[in-house]
């Protein structure tokens, strides 16, 4: 069964802080997705990775950055947190065009 | 640009039907149906590619109408355990996944 762990459930944090979002999956996936999910807004795409060391914006990365330096691992950060980036945030990771398998998410609050 | 899923909420009594339905503006290659239960990640139900065809998990199916660059879900004599969020995800040609606004099911005994 594929596992994709995110590193944490719950986190606060404070405005300005730089904060780091940890996914790993086991699958040797070669895709990964960071999603942040909204009431009202669905999912939507952060950035994404095809390959080690590869990103791709998605529909909203202002304020966000990523790293793949590991094909299982891939991070998400925010480089200045501020408070409307208070969110859910979903890691999920494919197998070329195969369905997405998604972590359990961490919410994130910014005060 | 995200696909519109309507109803954004429905609540069902054990045993009824529900049809949620996804429209995009752009040409669909594929159409991927998600479920997510309270506090738990989405889980993959179905996808329905290019073609018009339907698709049937238990007793979910979908349908899709590439012409319409629509999908409907299907929900018959629903459980307490189709309770969640449903979101629709589409794909066109050359473009990543883009996940619909979600439709949240309850289904009360």
């Known amino acids: 069964d594929v596992k994709v762990t995110q590193s944490s459930r719950y986190l606060v944090k404070r405005t300005g802080e730089k904060v780091f979002l940890e996914c790993v999956q086991d699958?040797?996936?070669?895709?990964m997705f960071w999603y942040r999910q909204d009431p009202g807004l669905g999912l939507r795409l952060i950035y994404f990775?095809?390959?080690?060391?590869?990103?791709e914006k998605g529909d909203i990365p202002e304020g966000y950055s990523v790293s793949r330096e590991k094909k299982e691992r891939f991070s998400l950060i925010l480089e200045s947190a501020s408070t409307n980036q208070t969110s859910m945030y979903l890691c999920?990771?494919?197998?070329?065009?195969?369905?997405?398998?998604f972590g359990d998410g961490t919410r994130l609050s910014i005060l | 640009q995200q696909p519109v899923q309507s109803p954004q909420a429905v609540i069902l009594r054990e045993g009824e039907d529900a049809v949620i339905n996804c429209s995009s503006s752009?040409?669909?290659?594929?159409v991927h149906w998600y479920r997510q239960k309270h506090g738990e990640a989405p889980v993959f139900l179905m996808i329905?590619?290019?073609?018009?065809e339907q698709k049937g998990h238990e007793k979910i199916s979908a349908s899709f109408n590439e012409k319409k660059q629509q999908s409907s879900l299907y929900l018959t004599a629903s459980q307490l355990s189709y309770s969640g969020t449903y979101f629709c995800g589409t794909e066109s040609s050359g473009d990543k996944l883009t996940f619909g606004t979600g439709t949240r099911l309850a289904v009360r005994p």
């Open positions: 990775s095809y390959d080690v060391k590869m990103k």
């Open positions: 999920a990771s494919s197998f070329k065009s195969q369905p997405q398998h």
């Open positions: 329905l590619l290019k073609g018009g």
């Open positions: 699958m040797d996936h070669e895709n």
């Open positions: 752009k040409a669909l290659y594929s």
